[in-house]
């Protein structure tokens, strides 16, 4: 492949081609590698399969030659040539050794190639997963995008495994013998062509409009099945507490009757072309065939007897080409279709990184003129974006703590996810002492800035290993930092009463609740010990514990960090050192909690508000926040296979 | 495999099943019949008077002609047989899968679930539609022509004949060997999947971590377990279809001797010798293909077994003769429960009066919710009893049992639909007045008033398009149009904005109104509204009685709510120094 080839490739294109970069280019390192590219260093191998194939493969005709050349020499007049015939008989069953030896050779080649294929498959998305923008996950199903790792890539097992072999063998080998058939007799190859012909003039039959949407209708009564099943699942608890099963029983078994119903049409519209290819293409039939033509040939006198044999053995494999499309046909689509979900995957345009990273100038963080907005994905709303942040000026000194406050919906949990590179801002930048953060790298962005978020993903590893996660491979602490941070976290005793301690593996050994996971991940936070905190104080703490836990962490933190905190509770607000409150994308007020107060604004209302819906009684307990919802993050409907994004909501 | 696929359909389908098989076997014994007649034909042909092949080519005509009838007749009835099974098997999947326990549909089992009733059903039947009929012909062809081998020379038939149970032998080998290596495949390709998912879960933190670009250690350990699973199963299918090769080739070789042996000894003739030869050729195609069959057939079981699982999976136990209370009071006796090895409840006793309220507290573990679902038999108890009106809900119906229950969940679920429709499931019956009552006392009716469409409003797959509260009142709206004498609510621990929360609240009330209520509660200000509180903790109760009388106690109960209440009492210092 030549550079130009290279520029060309859509993979590569898709990948330049990303969002206009602000500071640097996505240039500085090497292009990831394409589809191609990962194909490139197995050519060798794929070249060793077809040839090994094709060798094997035409190796296969000896024994069958050897039955016609015996059949020459026993009907010749005369005295038999024994050693001849011995010869004949000794060639055929080497041919069928060299086959043996060929074929499977080339077959386990085939297969071997593929595994390694599809390692680098998984390994370029799982690599290209880890740079996109994070804020791209919120729009997925993580299931979805496990399916096209784990089924798309081994969907395309035949194109590897299977079509460089097979599909060159079934036409090097009819080739071969039609070549060798036409030496013979010529009028008789033609008779012998004439089922081929038939069988391929079905095939226009099988692509007719009408057909053609019949396939669709059949994929979409398919996927109205694995949607009403999902439904069906999904809804099954409020389904069975609202006596009987009726709503989504009753709609997954109608979706199951039109499928039936679609895939009867579909069967009987194909029907009749598939018999008669089918007939067209079977063994008995092209015998007949054959059979006629030779009959009427021999009893003319146009052709020795001899010279039937070859057709009657050769020219069954006449049909091989059009089977092995029939047969291969449908999973060489599915690849097709698998390839396309897996480029679509590849063509991402990851976050861009900076050429050259410049290094922040103290931790002081600055937005200047934010603007972002998520791009509706409703129907009928496609490309359109909805303005979450609508220019906001902030400045957060080191040392102090920010409180976000404000109603549902204003913007909080999109504002804070910028400071840890979630997203870029549409307009306006995020400046960390100084440098916009898209001119840092993004190893020195995570060395400066943690963050705690409301839902935490515990990775099935060990207790220890999971704490140690937020930390860079270089700095990783010791055992010691890790369980300080866990006995900060209040987490350290309910570790060791795990049955292997900080070597239990989650999932495993043990499982945590819900709250024990939030403390885990503020021992996380801890442990990262960053200048910069971002905090969304999770609104929904399992127990009281946990939020003991948190604020006590809170407290231990402070000195010279930069915190900008999502505060539901009024204790936090009150004591932050400045209030944001926020409204509507933008910034209505702003300064320290008592002027705030004294000023009698919005934030004033707020808190009077929540005051008087939280009391001061159950003070903790008062934890009214927000879920994110609306476009922000849509809800994911599928707890199972989607909690994505991790601890981005 | 025919016994597995009629387990899991039901037997209703085994006629038409059967009539397929053997509509596919006559067709197969036919075209190897069929080709019994190229004997005496080209024995004619390669003879001294071609001109005799002529009758013998129109009766081949005519056996070809028969053998296409049947095998179009034997395809159609396949499909027939497959549409109508692909039916019953779908119908049979809905009503098991309604019939489980909530309880059963946990965790990783709703992925699981959906592939199978979506792609698995399909792939199961495919066996039918697809498989069976190259199957049956690729055994029983060739098996014929042996016997027609055997009926023309004892000698050719029987070399070939030793090739039978050789490659029987070889496919049930392969089929054993196999399954231990799929298995492990399956196990593997899950595996990676569960590591898939957790790395695009963990992005955020793996990324803090560096893990993000390069390779994450636990996801590339799966994929490369998973690859090399795959190696292994290639390198053990290696020497069944190396096998099947072999034998086949063997037995063709060695009719090729003992044919070209026979013809220069003189004591076959020649024509005959060709003949036979060609016979074994059409012999030697169908069953190589047997290992690629045999393949997708192995393939084509496992999600049948999947499918057995799922199907043999008991259902609630229904009462043979089920009982009714008479009323609404709610008793549990020394209840035990365990989920997998772990055990959530512990001999728990406990009651709770008609029109009585409950809240259960205690530390996130603790099993309160898992006391609610046992209630409402998401599960049923291992020991002791859970009693409504004294009796056991074991001895009661579902529907009975359901039909006097209102749950409002933590995690709300709306069907895709419209507001009126999610609202209406509560009470599928009820007038237009009865749903508008409901809807205003949980205060959804403003939530209605701002929806563009009203009570018309989709809500999306799930509920996505309304908010959490939103949802909230849909579900309390539900809960109040059922009107049943017992309540559950798990309390709502997503947090909601102030204007929710109190309109949540609201409905809340009038919901408990006069009922038998069990409550999880995680806030005081719920607690305070139940007349009784227990305390849970490691599936025990740990202390019981007034919230009051508890907190005066100042035992465990005390301590919990010390924690938060101690830290609101510091914030309460800190506000009012900020106000003054």
């Known amino acids: ?649 | 495999m025919i016994r597995t696929l009629l387990r899991v359909l039901g037997h209703e389908y085994a006629r038409p099943v059967r009539r397929t098989v053997a509509l596919m076997t006559a067709a197969a014994v036919a075209e190897g019949l069929s080709y019994a007649l190229l004997v005496p034909l080209l024995r004619a042909l390669f003879g001294s008077t071609p001109e005799d092949a002529w009758p013998w080519l129109a009766a081949f005509g005519a056996a070809v002609a028969g053998c296409a009838v049947l095998r179009f007749v034997s395809d159609l009835s396949g499909f027939r047989a497959g549409t109508s099974l692909l039916r019953g098997m779908y119908h049979r999947l809905g009503d098991h899968l309604a019939r489980l326990p909530i309880g059963w549909f946990r965790g990783g089992r709703l992925g699981e679930v959906s592939v199978l009733a979506s792609q698995g059903v399909l792939q199961a039947m495919g066996v039918i539609a697809h498989l069976l009929a190259p199957f049956v012909s690729a055994l029983v062809t060739p098996l014929t022509v042996l016997a027609v081998l055997l009926a023309f020379n004892w000698q050719l038939g029987l070399a070939a004949l030793a090739a039978a149970p050789l490659v029987a032998a070889v496919q049930v080998w392969t089929a054993r060997s196999m399954a231990a290596t799929d298995a492990e495949r399956h196990r593997r390709d899950h595996e990676a999947t569960g590591r898939v998912v957790e790395y695009l879960q963990a992005q955020p933190v793996l990324r803090a971590g560096g893990h993000g670009g390069e390779r994450f250690r636990l996801l590339d350990d799966s994929l490369r377990n998973m690859r090399d699973a795959s190696r292994r199963s290639t390198l053990a299918a290696l020497p069944g279809s190396l096998g099947l090769t072999l034998v086949v080739q063997a037995m063709f070789s060695v009719l090729l001797v003992v044919g070209a042996y026979l013809a220069l000894d003189g004591s076959v003739g020649a024509a005959e010798v060709l003949a036979i030869l060609v016979l074994a050729a059409r012999c030697a195609d169908p069953l190589l293909s047997l290992a690629g069959i045999g393949g997708r057939l192995r393939a084509a079981r496992q999600e049948l077994g999947r499918l057995d699982a799922v199907l043999s999976t008991r259902p609630l136990p229904e009462p043979a003769e089920p009982a009714q209370p008479a009323s609404h009071g709610l008793e549990f006796e020394s209840v035990s429960f365990r989920h997998g090895d772990r055990r959530v409840l512990d001999g728990l006793s406990l009651s709770v009066p008609q029109g009585g309220r409950l809240a259960v507290v205690g530390p996130s573990g603790a099993g309160k919710s898992t006391l609610l679902q046992l209630v409402a038999r998401f599960y049923d108890v291992e020991a002791g009893a859970v009693r409504m009106g004294g009796v056991d809900v074991r001895a009661m119906r579902t529907e009975d049992l359901m039909a006097r229950i209102a749950i409002v969940f933590q995690d709300v679920y709306l069907f895709d639909g419209t507001i009126e429709e999610n609202v209406r499931i509560g009470r599928p019956g009820a007038d237009e007045a009865a749903v508008r009552a409901a809807a205003s006392a949980a205060r959804l009716d403003e939530v209605v008033e701002r929806l563009p469409g009203g009570w018309a409003a989709q809500v999306g797959e799930g509920g996505a398009r309304l908010s959490g509260g939103e949802r909230q009142r849909v579900s309390i709206a539900r809960a109040l149009l059922k009107d049943a004498p017992v309540v559950l609510l798990d309390e709502v621990t997503s947090a909601l904005d102030p204007v929710n929360e109190a309109a949540v609240h609201e409905g809340i009330e009038r919901l408990m109104a006069g009922r038998t209520v069990v409550m999880v509660a995680h806030r005081m200000r719920t607690v305070q509204r139940a007349d009784r509180v227990a305390f849970l903790d490691g599936g025990r109760i740990v202390e019981q009685g007034g919230h009051d009388e508890l907190l005066r106690r100042g035992g465990r109960y005390a301590g919990f709510w010390e924690i938060a209440a101690g830290m609101g009492t510091g914030v309460g210092v800190g506000v009012a120094s900020g106000e003054g």
């Not at chain 1, 069988?199 to 396939?215: G, H």
């Not at chain 1, 046909?329 to 396309?340: H, I, M, N």
């Open chain 1, 1 to 649: 492949m030549t550079t130009i080839d290279t520029a060309s490739d859509p993979d590569t294109a898709a990948t330049t081609g990303g969002p206009p970069a602000v500071g640097g280019s996505s240039g500085g390192k090497e292009p990831p590698p394409t589809v191609r590219d990962l194909l490139r260093p197995h050519l060798p191998a794929f070249a060793s399969v077809v040839v090994l194939q094709i060798i094997g493969a035409v190796a296969g005709l000896a024994p069958l030659l050897a039955v016609v050349e015996l059949g020459r020499t026993l009907l010749a007049p005369g005295a038999v040539d024994h050693r001849h015939v011995w010869f004949v008989v000794a060639a055929g069953v080497a041919g069928l050794l060299v086959r043996l030896v060929f074929t499977a050779a080339s077959s386990g080649i085939g297969h071997l190639v593929d595994g390694h294929v599809q390692l680098a498959f998984r390994r370029l998305l799982a690599e290209r997963l880890g740079r996109v923008p994070i804020g791209w996950f919120a729009r997925r199903r993580s299931g979805e995008l496990a399916k096209v790792v784990g089924d798309d890539v081994s969907a395309v097992h035949p194109f590897i495994a299977h079509a460089p072999g097979d599909l060159v063998a079934a036409f090097v080998v009819p080739l071969v013998s039609l070549a060798y058939l036409f030496t013979v007799d010529w009028r008789l190859t033609l008779i012998t062509l004439a089922p081929v012909v038939l069988a391929v003039a079905q095939v226009p039959l099988m692509m007719t409009p009408a057909r053609q949407r019949e396939q669709l209708e059949f994929d979409s009564a398919m996927g109205r099945i694995a949607d009403s099943v999902v439904e069906f699942v999904q809804g099954i608890a409020v389904v069975k507490a609202y006596g009987g099963s009726e709503r989504a029983h009753r709609r997954f078994l109608s979706a199951a009757d039109a499928f039936v119903g679609t895939f009867n049409r579909w069967v009987h519209g194909m029907s009749r072309p598939a018999a008669g290819m089918q007939l067209a293409l079977s063994p008995p039939f092209v015998l007949l065939v054959v059979l006629t033509g030779g009959t009427l040939l021999i009893t003319g006198g146009g052709l020795a007897p001899a010279d039937l044999l070859p057709f009657l053995l050769l020219g069954l494999g006449l049909t091989a080409p059009v089977a092995a499309l029939g047969h291969g046909f449908d999973d060489l689509q599915a690849a097709g279709r698998a390839v396309g979900r897996i480029r679509e995957v590849l063509a991402v345009p990851p976050l861009p990184e900076p050429d050259r990273p410049t290094a922040p100038n103290g931790h002081r963080v600055e937005l200047r003129g934010v603007r972002f907005g998520y791009e509706d994905e409703r129907e009928g709303h496609e490309g359109r974006r909805h303005e979450v942040l609508r220019g906001i000026d902030l400045t957060l000194e080191p040392g102090t703590v920010t409180a976000v406050v404000g109603p549902s919906g204003s913007g909080k949990s999109t504002l804070v996810k910028l400071l840890p590179r979630f997203f870029d801002p549409t307009q306006g930048a995020v400046l960390l002492g100084g440098v916009d953060l898209r001119e840092l790298g993004s190893r020195e962005l995570y060395r400066t800035v943690s963050f705690v978020f409301q839902e935490v993903t515990l990775l099935r590893a060990t207790v220890a290993e999971n704490i140690a996660l937020a930390v860079p491979q270089a700095d990783r602490a010791g055992h010691d930092a890790v369980v300080r941070a866990a006995r900060t976290a209040g987490i350290h005793e309910r570790i060791l009463e795990l049955p292997r301690g900080y070597d239990s593996v989650i999932g495993e050994d043990a499982g945590l609740s819900g709250g024990e996971a939030q403390r885990l991940a503020v021992a996380r936070a801890l442990l990262a010990d960053t200048p910069v905190l971002v905090l969304d104080e999770a609104t929904a703490f399992a127990d009281p514990a946990t939020e003991q836990a948190v604020r006590r962490a809170l407290t231990s933190l402070g000195g010279d960090r930069t915190v900008l905190v999502i505060a539901h509770r009024l204790e936090t607000v009150a004591d932050a050192d400045t209030v944001v409150f926020l409204a509507d994308g933008a910034v209505a007020e702003q300064g320290a909690p008592a002027e705030l107060l004294a000023m009698d604004g919005k934030f004033a209302r707020f808190w009077r508000h929540r005051r008087a819906a939280g009391g001061a009684v159950e003070g903790a307990g008062a934890g009214a926040g927000e879920r994110t919802t609306g476009p922000d993050a849509p809800r994911d409907p599928d707890p199972t296979t989607a909690p994505r994004g991790g601890e981005t909501r």
